[in-house]
């Protein structure tokens, strides 16, 4: 790779397979569960954390000198929360539906753990470019759990994707549903998201053995 | 070549092969081990894993025969033209409905089985001869044959083999089944078409524009959360011939079967009986509402409160799951102290559930689901009350 050095890279791709934030930090677990029932959904909700994430890694990372370590959870907070309200204004404006699908997920991001994990973990002690990096990787690993949570779910609980039909008409009986095919309802409930994630976490670990935890 | 020596050879043949778990556990299933240990002090003991499970599908095949005359019956019944009993007709209908679920629910979860024992590299367990015996028993008889294939796959897998397999699992597979079946297609699983054979077919020809006479054969759980009295006899609630799934009609068989467990100290009497208990009381309970005036007619809740707290063992899943699924010494309470609270608990939320959520009148499979998470909580609590009351008995002894 050319434009990153291969320690900078490594910042993009780790959180993507090796030290993913949901299927091996198992952080953000909470909205992974909320709002992958649709794929749209889910992509609206990767999009929005790789903004919040990539932005307010650089944002804390620029301010790191100046932040008295003793308020700097608020500090934090301040930040994740304005970013947050301006995804949710531009949602609101732009996709008025899908805002309120996500309803109070979006306001939700203030608390999701991945972004406080990498304000404290990363970009407090780091350059903003690396923090940039580390910001959109996580997001980015976040976001490919939640997208693979959403393709599934969509899929098999509703028969469409991004609300096309794409196996056929469960009304009309055509395509799969001709031949008996139904939809399965369990999908949409969230348990079974948390059994998707799980199911993703078991193949990952048998093919990465090195992530099996000790006891 | 007999086949026990064709076996025998092929169990040879693949000795520490990839593919030795399968053709052992073949050997197994059909003929005694040959092999002894050679080591260490060893207590001989008839009842190995094989034969616990296969009194339990002894004690289980009444009640799938039972369902197959049961399933004809019901069908020509609501059908207008009805037969005999213990005909022909009526068995016939069951047999070719029946048998295909039961070979179903054998046939993918064997094969799950076989494929994690071949992958994980241990022997097939026989954990799976009791499920699979199970689970065509307590679904509808019209369940369609790949919605039941794909909820063994995820009840074995996710229920049982994320475990460790047989005997490491949390959950029964058999109601995980269920369970998964139950949310996944509710159609299929609850209302007034399933328990019938045919009801579904007839009504889809009417939606279609035929007229027919639609076809009903409510359960009488599904009639009374809807507040209507369906009409059957107790006696006929106690010999089963009412619909519902395959296996859950016949209290009398049931309890013959649990009878035979309890004899052949397979099931856990303790467990059984607890069960009982917690239900009446729960029925009582809720008849004592009504008699006190607490609540009106006009309330939703009315017509199963009402229902005559010992009527609540003979209709429903409840004396089935209470005999064959709330027993499962894997799932089960250990201790029998927590046996007590573990099946009274079980007979308590099963009534609590049926009555307080008309949309789930099913709830002893909630409520044994829901005991076996809290199965180890409870002989955590009753080990540590032990220990503690044996320290105090030594410190008085002591002092």
Same mark, same amino acid.
């Given at each position: 790779?050319?434009?990153?050095?291969?320690?900078?890279?490594?910042?993009?791709?780790?959180?993507?397979?090796?030290?993913?934030?949901?299927?091996?930090?198992?952080?953000?677990?909470?909205?992974?569960?909320?709002?992958?029932?649709?794929?749209?959904?889910?992509?609206?909700?990767?999009?929005?954390?790789?903004?919040?994430?990539? /932005?307010?890694?650089?944002?804390?990372?620029?301010?790191?000198?100046?932040? %008295?370590?003793?308020?700097?959870?608020?500090?934090?907070?301040?930040?994740?929360?304005?970013? /947050?309200?301006?995804?949710?204004?531009?949602?609101?404006?732009?996709? *008025?539906?899908?805002?309120?699908?996500?309803?109070?997920?979006?306001?939700?991001?203030?608390?999701?753990?991945?972004?406080?994990?990498?304000?404290?973990?990363?970009?407090?002690?780091?350059? %903003?470019?690396?923090?940039?990096?580390?910001?959109?990787?996580?997001?980015?690993? *976040?976001? /490919?759990?939640?997208?693979?949570?959403?393709?599934?779910?969509?899929?098999?609980?509703?028969?469409?994707?991004?609300?096309? %039909?794409?196996?056929?008409?469960?009304?009309?009986?055509?395509?799969? *549903?001709?031949?008996? *095919?139904?939809?399965?309802?369990?999908?949409?409930?969230? %348990?079974?998201?948390?059994?998707? /994630?799980?199911?993703?976490?078991?193949?990952?670990?048998?093919?990465?053995?090195?992530?099996?935890?000790?006891? | 070549?007999?086949?026990?020596?064709?076996?025998? &050879?092929?169990?040879?043949?693949?000795?520490?092969?990839?593919?030795?778990?399968?053709?052992?556990?073949?050997?197994?299933?059909?003929?005694?081990?040959?092999?002894?240990?050679? &080591?260490?002090?060893?207590?001989?003991?008839?009842?190995?894993?094989?034969?616990?499970?296969?009194?339990?599908?002894?004690?289980?095949?009444?009640?799938?025969?039972?369902?197959? #005359?049961?399933?004809?019956?019901?069908?020509?019944?609501?059908?207008?033209?009805? +037969?005999?009993?213990?005909?022909?007709?009526? #068995?016939?209908?069951?047999?070719?409905?029946?048998?295909?679920?039961?070979?179903?629910?054998?046939?993918?979860?064997?094969?799950?089985?076989?494929?994690?024992?071949?992958?994980?590299?241990?022997?097939?367990?026989?954990?799976? @001869? +009791?499920?699979?015996?199970?689970?065509?028993?307590?679904?509808?008889?019209?369940?369609?044959?790949?919605?039941?294939?794909?909820?063994?796959?995820?009840?074995?897998?996710?229920?049982?083999?994320? #475990?460790?397999?047989?005997?490491?699992?949390?959950?029964?597979?058999?109601?995980?089944?269920?369970?998964? @079946?139950?949310?996944?297609?509710?159609?299929?699983?609850?209302?007034?078409?399933?328990? +019938?054979?045919?009801?579904?077919?007839?009504?889809?020809?009417?939606?279609?524009?035929?007229?027919?006479?639609?076809?009903?054969?409510?359960?009488?759980?599904?009639?009374?959360?809807?507040?209507?009295?369906?009409?059957?006899?107790?006696?006929?609630?106690?010999?089963?011939?009412?619909?519902?799934? +395959?296996?859950?009609?016949?209290?009398?068989?049931?309890?013959?079967?649990?009878?035979?467990?309890?004899?052949?100290?397979?099931?856990?009497?303790?467990?059984?009986?607890?069960?009982?208990?917690?239900?009446?009381?729960?029925?009582?309970?809720?008849?004592?509402?009504?008699?006190?005036?607490?609540?009106?007619?006009?309330?939703?809740?009315?017509?199963?409160?009402?229902?005559?707290?010992?009527?609540?063992?003979?209709?429903?899943?409840?004396?089935?799951?209470?005999?064959?699924?709330?027993?499962?010494?894997?799932?089960?309470?250990?201790?029998?102290?927590?046996?007590?609270?573990?099946?009274?608990?079980?007979?308590?939320?099963?009534?609590?559930?049926?009555?307080? &959520?008309?949309?789930?009148?099913?709830?002893?499979?909630?409520?044994? @689901?829901?005991?076996?998470?809290?199965?180890?909580?409870?002989?955590?609590?009753?080990?540590?009350?032990?220990?503690?009351?044996?320290?105090?008995?030594?410190?008085?002894?002591?002092?």
């Amino acid at each position: 790779m050319g434009l990153l050095s291969k320690k900078d890279a490594k910042l993009i791709t780790d959180p993507l397979a090796d030290n993913n934030p949901i299927t091996i930090q198992v952080l953000g677990i909470c909205s992974a569960l909320a709002i992958t029932a649709e794929l749209e959904a889910s992509i609206v909700m990767s999009i929005s954390v790789l903004f919040v994430l990539g /932005v307010g890694n650089v944002v804390i990372s620029l301010m790191r000198n100046i932040i %008295p370590s003793k308020i700097r959870i608020i500090v934090q907070l301040i930040v994740v929360a304005t970013l /947050v309200i301006i995804v949710d204004l531009v949602l609101k404006a732009f996709a *008025y539906e899908l805002s309120k699908t996500l309803s109070v997920f979006v306001g939700l991001i203030i608390t999701n753990c991945i972004i406080m994990g990498r304000f404290e973990a990363f970009a407090l002690g780091n350059g %903003p470019w690396r923090s940039f990096l580390d910001g959109i990787g996580n997001a980015a690993g *976040y976001g /490919v759990i939640l997208i693979i949570v959403g393709f599934f779910r969509e899929l098999l609980g509703s028969g469409t994707l991004l609300g096309i %039909p794409v196996l056929g008409d469960p009304i009309e009986k055509t395509g799969l *549903y001709s031949i008996g *095919y139904e939809n399965n309802g369990f999908m949409l409930l969230s %348990p079974m998201a948390l059994i998707v /994630v799980g199911i993703i976490i078991w193949v990952q670990r048998t093919r990465n053995k090195a992530l099996v935890e000790d006891h | 070549m007999g086949l026990k020596s064709t076996l025998h &050879n092929l169990k040879e043949k693949y000795k520490g092969t990839k593919m030795a778990p399968a053709f052992n556990a073949i050997h197994t299933f059909l003929y005694l081990p040959n092999e002894t240990t050679h &080591n260490g002090t060893h207590i001989k003991v008839a009842d190995d894993l094989k034969r616990t499970m296969n009194t339990v599908i002894m004690a289980m095949v009444p009640c799938l025969i039972f369902g197959m #005359f049961n399933a004809g019956y019901q069908h020509y019944a609501a059908f207008g033209t009805p +037969v005999e009993f213990l005909s022909w007709d009526a #068995f016939y209908i069951g047999l070719i409905k029946i048998l295909p679920l039961v070979i179903v629910s054998y046939g993918v979860g064997l094969a799950i089985e076989f494929l994690f024992a071949v992958i994980k590299k241990h022997e097939v367990e026989e954990g799976y @001869l +009791v499920t699979g015996m199970l689970v065509p028993l307590i679904v509808p008889v019209d369940t369609p044959l790949w919605m039941l294939a794909v909820a063994v796959a995820f009840g074995v897998v996710i229920g049982k083999e994320v #475990f460790g397999g047989t005997g490491m699992n949390i959950l029964n597979p058999a109601l995980t089944i269920r369970a998964f @079946l139950f949310f996944a297609y509710p159609t299929w699983m609850s209302g007034d078409k399933v328990w +019938v054979h045919g009801a579904v077919e007839r009504a889809n020809e009417i939606a279609a524009g035929a007229e027919l006479d639609a076809i009903s054969g409510e359960t009488i759980l599904g009639g009374l959360a809807q507040g209507k009295d369906l009409g059957y006899s107790v006696a006929d609630m106690f010999y089963g011939f009412i619909p519902g799934s +395959v296996g859950e009609t016949s209290t009398l068989l049931i309890l013959l079967g649990g009878l035979f467990l309890i004899f052949t100290k397979i099931g856990s009497w303790r467990i059984m009986l607890s069960s009982l208990m917690g239900a009446l009381v729960m029925g009582l309970i809720f008849n004592g509402v009504v008699d006190a005036g607490w609540i009106t007619e006009s309330s939703k809740f009315y017509g199963l409160m009402s229902t005559i707290w010992w009527h609540h063992l003979l209709i429903g899943g409840f004396a089935f799951g209470t005999v064959f699924m709330a027993t499962d010494p894997v799932t089960a309470s250990q201790t029998n102290k927590g046996k007590w609270i573990y099946g009274f608990l079980i007979g308590f939320i099963s009534i609590l559930i049926r009555v307080f &959520n008309p949309a789930y009148p099913e709830g002893v499979m909630l409520a044994i @689901l829901l005991m076996n998470v809290f199965a180890p909580t409870i002989d955590h609590y009753v080990v540590q009350g032990n220990v503690k009351r044996r320290m105090k008995r030594l410190k008085v002894k002591t002092a």
